[in-house]
């Protein structure tokens, strides 16, 4: 999903590169509604496992590369907006220090991954589990349907980012069979994964996750809560 550079005409690029700095721009201020003691390891920790996976690609055709992109596992985690800082970040590091992904470009990745893939992820997951039974299974479910969900959508961002200015002499119509269809796949993979971390980390410790707070908010947490408490004060 790394965009190279040259692969989109510069007004294309600089457009990105503005809708990139707004968005990031309104993710700073959203994500001090989200920092607390419990968001702030998390965050780095997304941030280090986004960019780990992220390292590992393979070529889908015209020019581009596909692989995880994290976006909505970062999202329930951690929130939304922090997890626009944690990708933006993550994709600054890569260009600058691993060539991946164009410098030029930056702007564009950030917005396919950063904007589209998180926020993308973030609106379904929380349409799928509101649906659901309010449950830690719910949680993870949801989430599932949310990566699924981010990864064409971003592929979708992509193809329409290239029909406006794209640079690389492709028909449109095999950059679309080729981002879709591999993305589609890739969404699978994506799905499984987040379902695993969510799964897991929401299993020990649901007051780590964003996106299970007003779900779990009762019972479980309390519970916890409780036992944490009493724990202390035998300590």
């Given at each position: 999903?790394?965009?190279?550079?040259?692969?989109?005409d510069v007004p294309t690029s600089v457009a990105t590169a503005v809708a990139a700095a707004a968005g990031v721009a309104a993710a700073l201020r959203g994500a001090r509604r989200e920092l607390d003691e419990r968001t702030t390891p998390i965050a780095g920790l997304v941030?280090?496992?986004?960019?780990?996976?992220?390292?590992?690609?393979?070529?889908?055709?015209?020019?581009?590369?596909?692989?995880?992109?994290?976006?909505?596992?970062?999202?329930?985690l951690a929130g939304p907006w922090l997890a626009t800082?944690?990708?933006?970040?993550?994709?600054?590091?890569?260009?600058?220090?691993?060539?991946?992904?164009?410098?030029?470009?930056?702007?564009t990745n950030v917005v396919l991954m950063g904007l589209v893939a998180v926020w993308?992820?973030?609106?379904?997951?929380?349409?799928?589990?509101?649906?659901?039974?309010r449950s830690s299974r719910a949680v993870t479910v949801a989430a599932a349907v949310g990566a699924f969900v981010s990864v064409p959508a971003t592929a979708a961002a992509f193809i329409a980012l290239f029909a406006v200015g794209g640079q690389a002499q492709?028909?449109?119509g095999t950059v679309l069979t080729a981002m879709l269809s591999w993305h589609a796949v890739i969404g699978v993979g994506e799905a499984l994964i987040t379902a695993l971390v969510v799964g897991s980390v929401v299993a020990v410790r649901p007051d780590l996750v964003a996106g299970a707070r007003g779900v779990l908010a009762g019972p479980t947490l309390e519970l916890r809560e409780g036992v944490s408490a009493g724990e202390g004060a035998t300590t």
């Open positions: 999903m790394h965009v190279p550079d040259g692969f989109l941030a280090v496992f986004v960019f780990a996976g992220q390292m590992i690609t393979f070529p889908v055709g015209a020019g581009t590369s596909g692989h995880l992109l994290g976006g909505t596992l970062a999202a329930v800082l944690a990708l933006a970040v993550v994709l600054i590091v890569q260009a600058f220090l691993f060539a991946d992904g164009g410098i030029t470009a930056l702007g993308a992820g973030w609106i379904t997951f929380r349409a799928a589990r509101s649906i659901l039974r492709i028909p449109i």
